[in-house]
């Protein structure tokens, strides 16, 4: 896979990003010494054990044993496939990935993905073709009617499938390979006597963007009513439901850290907020909310609002919402509430109260400590001591899923005003004795020797391989560690450019990695200023191997067969230079 793109194009890549900038846009760094720090994104931590290094463009962390470099942080953080990875990493730094990579045998995963993207920005471009500002088109007659505007149709990109089976096939060119290409992507349905025909026909069509503003995937509405009301597309490698949110893109590209962020469910109450200026809602293709898309929240803003109906339905998925985010609520990170009145959604009832009304009612929504224990004490009775510690069995093991210690810290209080416990320590020990085992990370100590050294030592400090003498000579040691030592000579000596972070890239995928990535980030207790003088004298050990094979060898010779004049005076050299003669 990592072969079809040329390795020098993905040096290029990580040479152009700064790791630094890449993690800081995403985590607050805070620099300390030489090092950036902060808390692990990957676990859950009081004292930040998150380090970024810009010499090496690699990071670390002393808690989890997470590590890498760019393309491994992408993928880890934003959960992106490698070939992902490299697009982010292609776009931020405005490169465009070799189009000279695939085989038309034997296509690799870019090559289906860039097929993809280009294939649905024809047809979103088809689709949004099919409206015209006309009262005799059906699909602008109800977008009038829910009072879209114009401006909203072209923001959105929104467009119209036709009701004729084949306007995909009437209007793009099909061959062989782009038609599969249409049919995974859910855009064309073959039925069962071998006929093509459109997936989404006769609807509205929102197409969905990615953080890219590619076009990933569409949702549509059917303008007869009929059941299912609205579909979305298929999960394709380019499209995830799960993990994708309907007017994020078209958020971030104007504010790239907002304040706060919105949670609708439908594509059209997106549109009509944000027709009222209410520039921070997105929408969650019509699902439940998921864990990944909690966390696509939070790396985008610290401040999540998230808006449902008030009657029992709309109760229920904001419980299973608060649920699922508890573990992601770090300190500085909020979630609220929001309850329409019954039979309202924000499409409607934004159109009967107006932008002001409906900000009111942002402004009050009820925060997470509120519902959680307003939901918790249903049907409890607390006068009686059966209730209060039902409370406690239910309240505890959700309050212990909170990661942030202060708002942990808040929420065992309020649990201890309603148990009646007001002393803390006693509340406490009520939490001790209901804590799970915490996952704790250990990494045996790596055993120190001369060739880990040495490869440690180059490998954070590639600019030693430039007072390296030849290394012909140790090409006939038989030393373990030896062969992965003079490779990553040579790849420092042809790439002088390169840091630690992107000679890793080299061995993605190989059985050296996993010891390389953790000499990559060995502390060898060596001072900076003596790393040069260490290195030079294990490398002379090296030598002096050498020397002593050779000894040993003409020793041997000597007393079985003698040595002639040239062989005597060449061990008499040996001699001495061991000696330090």
């Known amino acids: 896979m990592i072969g079809k793109i040329p390795k020098v194009f993905i040096d290029e890549l990580l040479i152009k990003t700064n790791i630094i900038d890449l993690i800081n846009a995403r985590i607050p760094l805070k620099k300390q010494g030489q090092n950036y720090h902060a808390r692990c994104p990957f676990h859950n931590e009081k004292t930040p054990s998150f380090t970024v290094n810009d010499k090496k463009q690699f990071y670390y962390c002393f808690g989890c044993n997470s590590h890498g470099n760019a393309i491994d942080f992408l993928i880890n953080y934003e959960r992106l496939t490698f070939i992902e990875s490299i697009e982010t990493l292609a776009i931020l730094n405005r490169l465009t990935i070799p189009n000279n ?17 280009c294939l649905m920005q024809k047809v979103t471009d088809l689709y949004k073709k099919n409206i015209t500002n006309t009262d005799k088109n059906m699909a ?63 609807r509205i069509i929102f197409p969905i963007k990615d953080n890219h503003g590619r ?116 300190d500085g990170r909020s979630i609220k509430f929001i309850f329409l ?27 997470l400590s509120i519902f959680l224990f307003h939901k918790l004490l249903k049907n409890i009775n607390l006068s009686s001591i059966e209730g209060r510690s039902h409370l406690s069995a239910i309240a505890v093991p ?25 002393d803390f320590n006693q509340l406490e020990r009520l939490f001790s004795r209901n804590k799970k085992k915490i996952a704790t990370y250990s990494m045996k100590p790596i055993k120190q020797t001369s060739m880990r ?20 000579k140790l090409t006939y040691l038989k030393i373990k560690g030896l ?30 990695v996993y010891i390389l990535y953790k000499l990559a980030k060995w502390d060898h207790m060596i001072i900076e200023k003596e790393i040069k003088n260490v290195f030079l004298d294990l490398l002379s050990g090296l030598y002096n191997k050498i020397l002593e094979i050779r000894q040993e060898l003409l020793i041997d010779q000597e007393r079985k067969k003698g040595l002639n004049n040239a062989e005597k005076n060449e061990l008499w050299s040996i001699n001495k230079k061991l000696a330090g003669i």
Not at 453 to 472: D, G, M, R, T
Request: contains cysteine; proline residues 4%; positive net charge.
């Open 101 to 117: 990579i695939g085989y038309k045998k034997n296509k690799n995963e870019y090559d289906i993905r860039n097929q993809l993207y």
């Open 140 to 202: 602008y007659l109800y977008l009038k009617k829910r009072g879209i505007s114009k401006k909203m149709i072209n923001y959105f990109s929104i467009g119209f499938a036709p009701k004729e089976w084949n306007n995909i096939s009437n209007n793009i060119v099909i061959n062989k390979t782009n038609q599969q290409a249409l049919i995974n992507a859910g855009i064309l349905i073959l039925n069962k006597k071998g006929n093509l025909y459109d997936r989404f026909r006769g």
């Open 215 to 330: 076009i990933s995937g569409f949702g549509a509405r059917n303008l007869d009513n009929e059941k299912p009301k609205y579909i979305n597309s298929p999960e394709t490698n380019i499209f995830h439901k799960s993990r994708q949110l309907y007017g994020l893109y078209e958020i971030t590209k104007n504010d790239v850290k907002p304040d706060k962020l919105l949670i609708v469910e439908g594509y059209i109450d997106v549109i009509m907020l944000t027709q009222f200026n209410i520039n921070y809602v997105v929408g969650s293709l019509g699902t439940s909310i998921t864990a990944e898309h909690i966390q696509l929240l939070f790396r985008n803003t610290n401040n999540i609002i998230y808006c449902y109906d008030g009657d029992k339905s709309g109760k229920e998925a904001a419980w299973r919402t608060l649920k699922i985010s508890l573990p992601y609520i770090h």
């Open 341 to 367: 009145p019954q039979d309202e959604d924000p499409d409607t009832i934004i159109r009967k109260e107006g932008k002001i009304a409906f900000e009111n009612r942002i402004h009050q929504a009820t925060d």
């Open 398 to 422: 959700l309050i212990q899923l909170v990661p942030g210690e202060t708002m942990r810290i808040y929420l065992k209080q309020i649990l201890g005003h309603k148990l009646g416990i007001p």
């Open 453 to 472: 050294i040495l490869i440690s030592l180059l490998l954070q400090n590639p600019y030693l391989a430039e007072i390296i003498p030849s290394v012909k």
């Open 483 to 512: 062969s992965l030592f003079l490779e990553l000579v040579q790849i420092c000596i042809k790439n002088p450019k390169l840091k630690t972070g992107q000679i890793l890239e080299f061995y993605r995928d190989t059985d050296s």
